[in-house]
């Protein structure tokens, strides 16, 4: 629980009410029927005669020059999840809705002064409090305010609506409190904090003259369980043994740990890798298209550890080719790279790199690569110290993906207008992920053709040189434990995919079996000469309506049993009635 940062004066009566009922849960609504306004704390300026409710139920608000009329609710509540909505009856020049997770009643403007918090700001585009009015979304970073959005013409009344589900934040407005048109979306971002931290909830006539007037109405709070996650992988990387368990019902998960060497790499701390063929690959069954992973790093300090050129440290891909691999431009991922190239100029020696290219035979879609700030003035955070453990996060959503390291999203190198732009790139094509490689990228595909172990021209040549001399050698750490990667299903898809059109072409030792599903789904198949089903194929993909698999290896002149297993992007599956064929 954090502290409540109020007036001394009044400490004690605060904390003697707030106590019995800081943290709750939504929904929380308030009509303003109650003239008392209950369910909230007045900041500065906020007597009755600035805070008031008038009829007809609507709570009205005004200000000073410089002094705002503000409310702040007197409970906090985890955002994940969850909808605020605020109807605009009358707007004035600056009123806004905002969330905080501090406040000090002693101020004048709200929550202004506080490092870290979303303001979603209404008012006229103009001097004056005349229509029409604009929309305007600020957020206040680490003691950085930005404007983010903003879109204008709207007219008394309408409403604003912040929106969050498992990663992001959402803005959005309507004019008649159904349907909602989206201002502005991003990864959630007050550094220190996620979605599941407890925030409160402001209301403000922010910064406007004596006779400007905010009036407001039905402010609501729910929880939106549109979404939900579902954990997919879970490994503490303390052990050269995994073990599926609960966490895999459907045996589809996949772990290869690759010259790990008598288990000595495995301790209580995690696993190192100590040699250029160490590698953990996970295949996770499926390909997620909304998701995060989570891991620990310890013993990491890139810019004065390594000297090769550049290697991976984690990779993220659509497809099992690997990194560099040939092919590797005709698909998806997105990763971390380390080395002294991405050491110069101050910065971290760390690189977030993601891309997504589709071949179309015409072009490639795109490309995007980052590399993390460091600059002793501004962010001395962003550099890593080997005695830290770390908690290294990547989000993605659809078409978009974030680096976060210990709950803070992670800052680009400053551009020339002097903004340092959050680490999180945007894509025209969905990430799907499957495949998690953790260790030295060089031995992902085999390839001797790129990477420090190969560069070509003539800096090549002194890579490989430093590396056959042990100049350069293995990466001193990191060390990695705790993995976890879970998926953001639909919590309202219940209804499982629908499987048709099962055929088969066979032949003397095989057979191609093909079938169609009624949505996007992975599939795979359970064979054998009973129905016991004794093999099964590697789930397929990605996400398709038309399937068709190839079995290779069967007798000759022998029946076989089959059966199709779907699985949509939600989790449902379903799995075929039992069919033959003969070979």
């Known amino acids: 629980m954090k502290k409540l940062n109020v007036p001394v004066a ?10 019995l009922s800081l943290a709750q849960n939504h929904p929380f609504t308030d009509t303003f029927n109650d003239t008392s306004l209950a369910q909230w704390w007045r900041g500065a300026n906020s007597t009755s005669a600035y805070v008031k409710v008038v009829s007809p139920n609507v709570l009205e608000l005004q200000s000073q020059p410089n002094q705002s009329g503000w409310l702040i609710s007197k409970n906090n509540y985890v955002l994940r999840n969850s909808t605020v909505t605020l109807k605009i009856v009358t707007a004035n020049k600056d009123g806004d809705l905002g969330i905080c997770p501090t406040y000090n009643l002693a101020d004048q403007r709200g929550i202004d002064a506080q490092p870290n918090w979303y303001r979603f ?3 006229p585009n103009s001097s004056n409090q005349a229509p029409p009015y604009w929309l305007y979304v600020y957020k206040k970073n680490d003691g950085t305010k930005a404007s983010l959005d903003s879109v204008g013409n709207l007219s008394n009344p309408f409403h604003i609506r912040m929106r969050f589900d498992d990663y992001k934040i959402y803005f959005e407005y309507s004019t008649n409190g159904s349907n909602w048109i989206l201002l502005h979306d991003e990864f959630f971002d007050l550094p220190g904090y996620t979605l599941d931290d407890r925030f409160y909830y402001e209301i403000a006539a922010t910064n406007t ?8 109405d039905d402010f609501a709070t729910a929880k939106d ?20 368990g609960a966490n895999d019902p459907n045996q589809s998960l996949r772990v290869d740990r690759f010259n790990v060497g008598l288990n000595s790499n495995f301790s209580t701390s995690g696993w190192k890798p100590t040699a250029d063929s160490n590698l953990v690959r996970y295949d996770l069954g499926r390909y997620l298209e909304k998701g995060s992973l989570e891991i620990n790093v310890t013993q990491f300090e890139p810019k004065n550890q390594n ?3 550049r290697h991976h440290v984690l990779a993220m891909f659509r497809m099992p080719w690997g990194s560099h691999h040939v092919v590797e431009d005709l698909e998806t991922d997105w990763d971390l790279h380390t080395g002294y190239q991405y050491s110069q100029n101050g910065h971290s020696g760390v690189k977030l790199y993601s891309v997504t290219h589709f071949y179309d035979q015409t072009h490639f879609d795109e490309k995007q690569s980052v590399t993390p700030l460091y600059d002793e003035v501004y962010a001395p955070q962003h550099d890593w110290n080997r005695s830290t453990q770390y908690t290294i996060k990547m989000v993605w959503s659809d078409k978009s993906v974030a680096y976060y ?11 020339s207008s002097g903004i340092f732009p959050d680490i999180a790139h945007s894509h025209t094509k969905d990430f799907e992920l499957r495949y998690v490689y953790v260790g030295r990228d060089r031995t992902v595909s085999g390839d001797t053709i790129t990477n420090y172990n190969g560069e070509y021209g003539t800096n090549g040549a002194q890579y490989r040189a430093m590396w056959s001399n042990g100049q350069s050698g293995s990466p001193i750490g990191p060390i990695y434990s705790n993995i976890k990667v879970k ?9 499982s995919p629908t499987i ?14 093909s079938w169609t599903t009624n949505e996007l789904a992975t599939c795979y198949v359970n064979y054998g000469t009973t129905t016991n089903y004794t093999s099964k194929t590697i789930v397929l993909g990605p996400l398709a309506k038309n399937h068709s698999t190839a079995l290779a290896g069967l007798a000759s002149n022998q029946t076989y049993h089959y059966q199709i297993v779907a699985v949509d992007s939600a989790g449902n599956k379903t799995v075929s009635a039992n069919q033959t064929f003969k070979t």
């Open 225 to 244: 369980i549109s979404t939900t996650e579902k954990e997919i992988l879970i490994d503490s990387l303390k052990s050269s043994t995994f073990v599926n």
């Open 307 to 309: 000297k090769m050129k």
């Open 10 to 19: 009044i400490t004690i009566l605060v904390f003697g009410l707030a106590n």
């Open 487 to 495: 998926q953001i299903v639909s919590a309202t898809d219940l209804t």
């Open 209 to 216: 003259a004596a006779n400007g007037k905010l009036q407001v």
């Open 405 to 415: 390291r210990n709950k803070v999203l992670q800052k680009a190198e400053e551009t």
């Open 500 to 513: 048709s059109a099962l055929s088969h072409i066979t032949f003397a030792n095989g057979g191609r079996l």
């Open 121 to 123: 700001y209404v008012g």
